[in-house]
């Protein structure tokens, strides 16, 4: 039998010979999934308001009207105003801002050091493999939130007090920004608490991904080992790593906001979410238009995230992929 | 003819929590230029430990205690990673069973077929996807240069499979190590994959080795035969020897086990008794006694050499056993009439 009989009479099975690749695949399967459509929206107009709140904003965040102290929604303050007479829009506008370098930095931290642990421990094995578990093992059996109460605390003094020593070793007045101090200990406990769901879902995926026909197929054919990690492994591991940022992203902004909402977290006068709804939560009785506002921004930005990382995970699910 | 692989006295054994699981115990054979040698034997005989150990491909529980693989002289056991890397694929091609997930399904099949020319050849990249649109009319997908652009989850098993043979030969390797590439085929396609490793073989020259539990396959496509068991090599002979005249009761035991369209219907397919022996415990007399229908006392206490057999109608034909066979007047047809 020629080549070209054994064509002829066999393969009728060729399949459909649609010209996409895998990501565009993904995309199509996400568009066509209503849920999450409707969170890229408020997701996207996050991000937005982040990059450019400031400028929209009709106020200044700290600036006091003290003519109009608590004062209703109105058309001047459309969201009202606080007990400092700051307007709520402008400081939920800005709270954004803290929400999103909450959520981008702390996630970019934990990821990088899940990143690194969880290849080491899935290439490496052995020693290294077990030290690292035992690692996320012991700080995942710490509540997270007794976690960052016990950082903010025993780090915070001795912080301030380093940033006072640099100013007056300096006199660079960046040192006077106390606010620094803040956001720094925010992003390490946030990065403390989410590393090792990054690492762990990391070292699974290269564990599972070492041993498929296809990495030994490359391997047969002479591939150098780091063209079979970049190529190979690191491509196929990518799916369900872009689902856990998408949730982690969600999770550190709501963790953050737990953390304010204790005192714990990004301290006055930022405006953080979390922040103004433990202040406005004293007198909403009397002034629930403090907690509305920034209470349905968490609510919407919250659900928007866990509805497009359900979408993320069903586009990239490569159990769903044909084959 | 010039022996091209020479394996000799390999052993493989893979480290378990109580101990040893012993896969190959003592492997010696020889391939050469242009030869085809089909491998064998029951699941978990130590087939395909047997052929990751040439081109040191196992997984890290496994290791090679002994022996020598030589590839026209330089021992594979003995060079370095960067040299072993260029052996891999540019001198020894491999296919594997499951061609469905053989393939990275991240990359498109030019990238992926390109690879080994540009990493082996020093193709460039353009030289590489020519090639690779070349190479895939070879092995019958045709419109190869479009194709080129697709996904594997864009080709059926089969498709997938001839994808792998033309990587697997891209490079022009000396021998090509086909490890039950037919497995997971359904029938129709089993036939055409062997019809175009032959038609490739005969094309370039390249030694075969054809790993698979097929007896059929082996008919049709092998000039030699070797049969193994728990990690031994119980039985090798030219094909038509084997087929004619096996001397191993154990490959007496294969053959009567293939199904036959002949005779009766209805009536049980008649199977080897017993199973094989724990690998991890593998006694140092005959492995197969406990099973075989001809065994004697000697079988109990001392493991047989891999010798030539008697009157051989091929100077090649060499079996490990204490029996003659074709002396002995069996009473069970296959069950092991000592255990």
């Known amino acids: ?323 | 003819m010039s022996v091209l692989l020479d394996v000799q006295e390999l052993q493989t054994r893979f480290q378990v929590r109580k101990g040893y699981v012993y896969a190959v115990n003592g492997v010696s054979f020889k391939l050469e230029e242009g030869e085809t040698l089909a491998v064998v034997g029951e699941s978990g005989c130590g087939k395909s430990v047997t052929m990751l150990s040439l081109v040191r491909l196992l997984p890290p529980a496994a290791s090679i205690e002994n022996g020598k693989v030589l590839l026209r002289g330089d021992d594979l056991l003995q060079i370095d990673q960067r040299q072993l890397r260029d052996v891999r694929g540019g001198q020894i091609g491999m296919i594997f069973q499951d061609p469905m997930t053989s393939l990275n399904p991240f990359i498109n099949i030019g990238t992926q077929m390109s690879e080994p020319l540009i990493y082996h050849r020093g193709m460039s990249k353009k030289e590489a996807l020519a090639r690779s649109a070349e190479l895939l009319e070879m092995v019958g997908i045709p419109d190869g240069e479009a194709r080129l652009r697709e996904y594997p989850h864009q080709f059926s098993g089969g498709m997938r499979q001839r994808v792998m043979i033309a990587m697997s030969m891209s490079c022009e390797p000396a021998v090509l190590i086909a490890d039950e590439p037919t497995t997971a085929l359904d029938v129709t396609i089993q036939a055409q994959i062997v019809e175009l490793v032959k038609e490739l073989r005969d094309r370039s020259g390249v030694a075969v080795i054809w790993i698979t539990h097929d007896l059929s396959v082996v008919a049709g496509i092998a000039d030699r035969v070797i049969v193994m068991y728990a990690g031994y090599i119980v039985e090798e002979a030219p094909v038509d020897a084997l087929f004619e005249d096996p001397r191993h009761p154990y490959t007496v035991g294969l053959m009567g086990a293939l199904p036959s369209l002949e005779g009766e219907t209805g009536t049980r397919l008649t199977t080897i008794g017993g199973s094989p022996p724990d690998l991890e415990d593998l006694p140092d007399f005959c492995p197969f006694h406990t099973r075989c229908p001809y065994s004697i006392d000697r079988c109990r206490t001392e493991n047989p050499m891999l010798e030539p057999v008697a009157d051989a109608s091929d100077r090649g034909h060499r079996a490990a056993c204490w029996v003659d066979i074709r002396e002995v007047e069996v009473q069970s047809n296959g069950a092991g009439a000592s255990s």
């Open chain 1, 1 to 323: 039998m020629t080549t070209q009989e054994i064509t002829a009479t066999g393969d009728i099975e060729i399949a459909e010979a649609s010209r996409t690749n895998l990501w565009r695949d993904a995309v199509a399967r996400l568009a066509a999934n209503r849920l999450a459509v409707v969170a890229i929206l408020p997701i996207v107009l996050l991000f937005f308001i982040a990059a450019f709140g400031p400028y929209l904003t009709p106020y200044d965040f700290l600036a006091q009207d003290f003519t109009a102290r608590l004062a209703s929604p109105s058309s001047e303050h459309w969201l009202g105003t606080d007990e400092l007479g700051r307007d709520v829009f402008s400081r939920i506008l800005y709270g954004a801002r803290t929400a999103v370098s909450v959520g981008l930095v702390s996630t970019a931290i934990s990821l990088i050091v899940g990143l690194v642990m969880g290849s080491l421990a899935g290439y490496l094995g052995g020693r290294v493999d077990m030290l690292v578990v035992w690692l996320t093992d012991m700080t995942r059996s710490m509540p997270a939130l007794l976690l960052a109460i016990v950082i903010n605390l025993t780090l915070k003094v001795p912080l301030e007090a380093w940033m006072e020593q640099m100013y007056l070793a300096s006199k660079n007045t960046f040192f006077r920004q106390t606010m620094w101090v803040d956001l720094v200990l925010v992003f390490g406990a946030l990065a403390l608490i989410q590393w090792p769901g990054y690492a762990r879902l990391i070292r699974g995926q290269i564990l599972s991904i070492r041993s498929r026909n296809y990495v030994l197929a490359a391997r047969a054919l002479g591939m150098p080992t780091g063209r079979i990690l970049t190529r190979y492994v690191i491509p196929n591991a990518m799916g369900p790593l872009i689902v856990a940022v998408s949730a982690g992203m969600g999770g550190a902004m709501v963790l953050e906001s737990a953390f304010s909402f204790l005192g714990v977290g990004v301290q006055l006068p930022i405006p953080s979410w979390g922040k103004m709804i433990s202040d406005g939560l004293r007198m909403w009785q009397t002034h629930p238009h403090l907690l509305v506002g920034p209470a349905v921004m968490m609510a919407v930005i919250t659900v928007s995230f866990a509805w497009l990382g359900d979408g993320l995970n069903d586009a990239l699910n490569p159990r769903q992929w044909g084959g």
